[in-house]
């Protein structure tokens, strides 16, 4: 008998075949060496077609790289797969380098990963070389050029010494740089470089299989970055992009983004007089009588629904002595965060929350189960130190006033208070349309407290939940250190999602104060603390709220609600007269008397979106009435001035 093949690469070997599982739960067979393009070629040829990658066991590959001889569970990465848009916006960062190259000699490449929303590459022009979005253009171009040519991506693994000498010959001491990093801390001997046309780079990939599978892309801007955000090292230059797998996928991004930026609070706020910042209070925003107004209207919800729901509303202080801080536990865990000064040799600190505050008016006397729930709600002014690169407009900032409130109640209350939050929370949401999506977040690693009051807490959150049919995604391991918490999301009206609200219940506070209540047993008892706020801060939600409404509030909020507009000046007297009518009537309204014509003064009201126009020449002084404009909606036609402040009160207490 013959033996079989030469040793080492027996017969058998070849019967090893490499098995995946397909999403539909099926298998796939392969020889070794297969790569994710043999597999979605054995599936079928459109698959094979309509290919853009391979994903084992949850990583991305190449499609043409070898799949793992292991096997496991396989998918084939299509333009419906939600890494598609991934690879091809590291790809799209490549052909940008590559454009960027050819039309900038010189220029010195550094890094370029795909992130949420697009892509970015980090580059070094030559000396007197600078790039602006005008350019963008002429390099978008090239760009296509090059995804027309259908450029396949190659990945070459060569030797670390191979690698660094060429990147050294061209000049490319970023490249080289990494190379150095790569050996000295991960030891590496080898390293990937993809090459598409005449561009290679340094790159751990993947790579969708060509440049063609860019369907649409779109440089949107240009920004300094310093080399590896250091700031003591090269400022570089870095373009972002986007692309996406079709051109309206595309175009509905640049609608959204161009909605985002006409909606930006910071430039509406200034546009509509509402609030500003200073200098000399970076993070602290002043505001301005427009804001001012819809500040009290929101107050003035939040004052009247409180007292609705059966909160108390208390005041308390912002100073304290350190030692509070110390009892509360913020001295040990949240003091980075604080502000402190000296006050007659006393240290004192701004208080971050309201909470301490609170234990110290529940505290003051005895208590009694007959007395609880107790829930006291504050409009709270509290300092917390934001580093100044964090700060955003008013959506972070560091003087902040939170719709705080505490509940102090027995272990048996826990769930139905819980309850009476989320209510109150999703009544204050439907006013302004809010969507909300609820998250529970359970113990985490460090945290204060026994198990069984975990479990316990826990529980009732979940009680409180599944009792009202809610549903909620589950944040394992996301809870503060004191105990539980459900936060409310929202969705605002172009899709973007905000955290406003909170309901956190915690058993630490109240043990660290030593708070007690007399059971029905005539022992003492430790309530239960439950934090909430539901529109989070009233700055950040005023930001949100101008964004919501890019900047067209409904009545009740609008800082101005109605503007006469005499038609000529002998109007005047009777645009002051209806304008002090409507004020009796408790309506927010001014007078625009300049000399202008009425054309010119409807559209400047337009621009600063005020709902309502009220026009008044010869025939409307005769009549006792005013020409009614909504803006956005035009011409209402005459009415009589009393019944156009009863219909505009009536809109105002509906709150529509
Ligand atoms: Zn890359
Ligand atoms: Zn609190």
Redesign the pocket.
Known sequence: MHGGAAPGRGPRLAWVRMTFELPDGTRLELPPGATGADAARSIGEGLARAALGAKVNGELLDLGAPLPRDGGRLDIVTSRSPEAVWLIR?DA??VLATAVMEMYPGVKISI??PIDDGFYYDFEFPEGVSLSDGDFEAIEAKMREHVKADEPFEREDVPVGEALERFTREGQDYKVELIQDLVRDQGVETVSL?RNGPFT?L???PHAPSTKRIKAFKLTGVAGAYWRADASRQMLTRVYGTAFLSKDDLAEHLERLEQARLRDHRKLGRELGLFLFSELSPGMPLWEPGGTQMWNELTGLWRSENAAWGYEEVRTPTLYDVDLWKRSGHWDVYRDNMYFTDIEERPMGLKPMNCPGHTQIYGSQRRSYRDLPIRYSEAGAVHRHEPSGTLHGLMRVRHITIDDAHIFCTDDQVTEEVQRCLDFGFYIYDIFGFEPRLELSTRPEKRVGTDDMWDRAEGALRTALSEKGLDFELNEGDGAFYGPKIDLHMTDSIGRSWQLGTVQLDYSMPERFDLTYTGADNADHRPVMIHRALMGSFERFIGILIEHYAGEFPLWLAPVQAVVLPIADRHADYARRVAGELGQAGLRVDVDERTESIGKKIRETEVRKVPYMLVVGDREAEAGEVSVRRHREGDLGAVAVGQFAARASAEVAERV
């Open positions: 590291h960062a490549h370029g990963p993809y780079d790159c751990r990939g």
